[in-house]
């Protein structure tokens, strides 16, 4: 649904995926109402559209202003562009297109039917640039589609791409950036400004970053949250606890001279018999491994806690594989070394949000 947010009202919006149960909407409306802040955006953190277990933000309305007019400034878009909206409005990647449309003065493309690849390059002709997931990367790919001359952008962010599916898009020609961001942020926190194959993701103005003595994160911005809420059968909320006017992030990174390159989670670096390994090095492995043989999205890697090695990995595929059961272990028990993998566990799919994100277990 195409909206226009009203960006100097002191009215709040409720931004709430239609999927969430209604008794928790309510709850939620009820109790974010009793806080008393005004000319907000209350948006929920990807994948929390359950009964349990959900987290979600505060963002005033001049935060996201500021989010969008450092996007724009980073990627030199003005009034003449016009974006094509790929994601839900109801996530921090759909709602701030909106907003930064709105602030420059810029056109959104919208549809109301549901992803699919062939019917979104013909609507995105029209467009100059729009945000999508690897997921929907991958479909592009898949197809062997060219883009449109029109597209200034493809903004890829929201999850891991992996490396050859992000080589196989630059070989289609699209003008592909990687973006790393965060909804404490609203948004874009350090993006490319044009396509590389070498990762040059360059901090954005409105940021000031640096890192502690164990590598995480730590951001002062101009366009940092006002609180984070959740429920899971009782409401909490609560303020940014600010170090130095410095917000500790959960996010292990290496920064260099205005670059970021992120490595992991704080919760998804792990020890193996003594070492130290990045999940997202892991899923590099893995999504490569999967793009190559034709299995992409089929497969899923999971941290184990181990007495004996500290910390193993879990493989979840696909059910459909499970002929392939012998070649996946031996395969991947090779690709992960020296991680141990404990065991490749069949399913009914792969869980995933909206978003295209592995839902945690």
């Not at 007019?69 to 980073?74: P, R, S, T």
Request: glycine share 6%; net charge positive.
């Amino acid at each position: 649904m195409l909206f226009k947010l009203n960006l100097q009202s002191k009215d709040n919006l409720f931004q709430f995926s239609p999927k969430l149960d209604n008794n928790i909407r309510d709850i939620l409306i009820s109790e974010l109402s009793k806080l008393n802040l005004e000319g907000h955006v209350f948006i929920l953190s990807s994948g929390t559209t359950s009964k349990g277990g959900i987290k979600g933000y505060a963002l005033s309305k001049k935060a996201l202003i500021e989010s969008a007019l450092a996007v724009n400034e980073h990627l030199s878009l003005g009034s003449d562009d016009a974006w094509f909206l790929s994601l839900p409005p109801w996530h921090i990647g759909g709602l701030s297109v909106y907003i930064r449309a709105q602030v420059a003065g810029a056109k959104v493309i919208t549809s109301n039917e549901s992803w699919n690849v062939q019917s979104w390059v013909k609507l995105v002709e029209e467009a100059s640039v729009t945000s999508i997931v690897p997921l929907q990367a991958y479909d592009i790919v898949k197809e062997g589609i060219h883009p449109p001359k029109t597209l200034k952008y493809l903004i890829v962010g929201g999850d891991h791409l992996a490396g050859s599916l992000h080589e196989k898009l630059i070989a289609l020609g699209w003008p592909v950036i990687r973006t790393f961001g965060m909804t404490e942020v609203c948004s874009q926190l350090a993006t490319e400004i044009c396509p590389s194959t070498a990762p040059k993701l360059q901090v954005l103005n409105n940021h000031k970053v640096k890192t502690n003595e164990d590598g995480v994160l730590l951001v002062k911005s101009k366009s940092l949250f006002s609180g984070m809420f959740s429920y899971n059968n009782e409401f909490t909320y609560s303020k940014p606890i600010l170090e130095d006017g410095f917000f500790k992030t959960n996010d292990l990174v290496e920064l260099n001279e205005g670059q970021l390159n992120p490595k992991s989670r704080v919760d998804q670096a792990f020890k193996c018999k003594g070492r130290l390994f990045y999940l997202n090095d892991v899923r590099e492995l893995l999504d490569n491994f999967a793009y190559e043989n034709g299995i992409y999205s089929k497969l899923a890697v999971q941290v184990v806690i181990s007495p004996r090695e500290g910390h193993v990995l879990r493989v979840l595929a696909d059910k459909q594989l499970q002929k392939k059961k012998d070649f996946l272990s031996a395969e991947l028990k090779q690709l992960f070394a020296p991680a141990v993998l404990k065991e490749v566990e069949f399913v009914d799919g792969i869980a995933r949000t909206e978003l295209g994100k592995v839902k945690r277990s």
